[in-house]
């Protein structure tokens, strides 16, 4: 099979492999296009105020270059962070590369990219290195707490958890400025972090996303199959036993099962296009919790 051909088991289609599909420029973790803010350190700083969310703009395509071409593609980002604006990378160090996703499957869906001679591995077998897996595991904690911070930075002011919080960080309760705000909601509990089971990139990329499942890029079956049954494999769960279910997904037929929404577990049989609908009124739900 070619670098551009779609596998049966790939959770993504043959567009987004090449990078030829059309993709939202993300309204993203991160800071805005060409500039040269610490993103990871400005998400983290308190924000009293809330600002209203950047619209959702056409992407120009083209977005792996250097010759990192198809499923190489995330190899870009691992080469020459800096070369990519912060509303890609958001941030970068010696070890790893986190992004947002190209092609995101949720309001909110990030990359976490080793810089390793084991990332070309198939995470299955690269796990099998336990302190590998270790400093895996614990750039993947520290990549949660900031995609929970950006959560609750999009919708803390729906949720109902976060209504004592939310009104200290308006103004309109007194609060004194040494004391620590409430904590509301655990946002942390409301992602889905791991790798598929079948990886269709050929780096080793772990997922870091909201629970929603709502955007442009979920347009398949497999979309949402691939992050709403094993064959998302969380990261916490390594290493894997030998014989384990998971290591061959394509027998498990985790993408063919009936679609079920995540949160009321309705049955949608084969009517993704219901399903979709339906997840849109499950997003407004779920931020007022």
């Given at each position: 099979?070619?670098?551009?051909?779609?596998?049966?088991?790939?959770?993504?289609?043959?567009?987004?492999?090449?990078?030829?599909?059309?993709?939202?420029?993300?309204?993203?973790?991160?800071?805005?296009?060409?500039?040269?803010?610490?993103?990871?350190?400005?998400?983290?700083?308190?924000?009293?105020?809330?600002?209203?969310?950047?619209?959702?703009?056409?992407?120009?395509?083209?977005?792996?270059?250097?010759?990192?071409?198809?499923?190489?593609?995330?190899?870009?980002?691992?080469?020459?962070?800096?070369?990519?604006?912060?509303?890609?990378?958001?941030?970068?160090?010696?070890?790893?590369?986190?992004?947002?996703?190209?092609?995101?499957?949720?309001?909110?869906?990030?990359?976490?990219?080793?810089?390793?001679?084991?990332?070309?591995?198939?995470?299955?077998?690269?796990?099998?290195?336990?302190?590998?897996?270790?400093?895996?595991?614990?750039?993947?904690?520290?990549?949660?707490?900031?995609?929970?911070?950006?959560?609750?930075?999009?919708y803390g002011r729906f949720s109902a958890q976060e209504k004592q919080r939310e009104?200290?960080?308006?103004?309109?309760?007194?609060?004194?400025?040494?004391?620590?705000?409430?904590?509301?909601?655990?946002?942390?509990?409301?992602?889905?972090?791991?790798?598929?089971?079948?990886?269709?990139?050929?780096?080793?990329?772990?997922?870091?996303?909201?629970?929603?499942?709502?955007?442009?890029?979920?347009?398949?079956?497999?979309?949402?199959?691939?992050?709403?049954?094993?064959?998302?494999?969380?990261?916490?769960?390594?290493?894997?036993?030998?014989?384990?279910?998971?290591?061959?997904?394509?027998?498990?037929?985790?993408?063919?099962?009936?679609?079920?929404?995540?949160?009321?577990?309705r049955n949608f049989g084969n009517q993704f296009k219901k399903l979709k609908e339906?997840?849109?009124?499950?997003?407004?739900?779920?931020?007022?919790?």
């Amino acid at each position: 099979m070619s670098e551009t051909e779609s596998d049966p088991k790939d959770a993504i289609t043959k567009e987004e492999i090449t990078g030829a599909a059309a993709a939202p420029e993300p309204s993203s973790v991160g800071g805005s296009r060409g500039t040269k803010r610490n993103a990871f350190t400005e998400l983290m700083a308190p924000k009293p105020k809330r600002q209203p969310e950047p619209p959702i703009l056409a992407s120009t395509r083209g977005a792996f270059t250097g010759g990192f071409k198809a499923r190489d593609g995330l190899g870009a980002y691992t080469a020459d962070p800096a070369s990519f604006p912060a509303s890609r990378v958001i941030y970068h160090n010696a070890s790893f590369v986190v992004i947002n996703d190209l092609y995101p499957k949720s309001t909110v869906h990030t990359l976490l990219l080793p810089r390793s001679p084991r990332n070309r591995l198939h995470p299955f077998d690269a796990f099998e290195d336990a302190e590998f897996l270790a400093s895996v595991q614990a750039e993947t904690a520290r990549l949660k707490q900031l995609v929970a911070k950006e959560l609750q930075r999009r919708y803390g002011r729906f949720s109902a958890q976060e209504k004592q919080r939310e009104a200290i960080l308006n103004g309109d309760v007194e609060w004194d400025d040494e004391a620590p705000l409430p904590v509301g909601r655990d946002w942390e509990k409301e992602l889905l972090v791991g790798v598929h089971a079948h990886p269709s990139m050929n780096d080793l990329h772990v997922h870091v996303l909201s629970r929603d499942m709502v955007s442009e890029c979920m347009r398949h079956r497999k979309h949402y199959q691939s992050f709403n049954t094993p064959f998302l494999v969380d990261i916490a769960e390594f290493p894997l036993a030998a014989n384990d279910p998971r290591r061959h997904p394509g027998h498990a037929g985790y993408l063919d099962e009936d679609l079920r929404c995540w949160r009321c577990k309705r049955n949608f049989g084969n009517q993704f296009k219901k399903l979709k609908e339906h997840l849109a009124d499950e997003l407004e739900t779920w931020k007022k919790l």
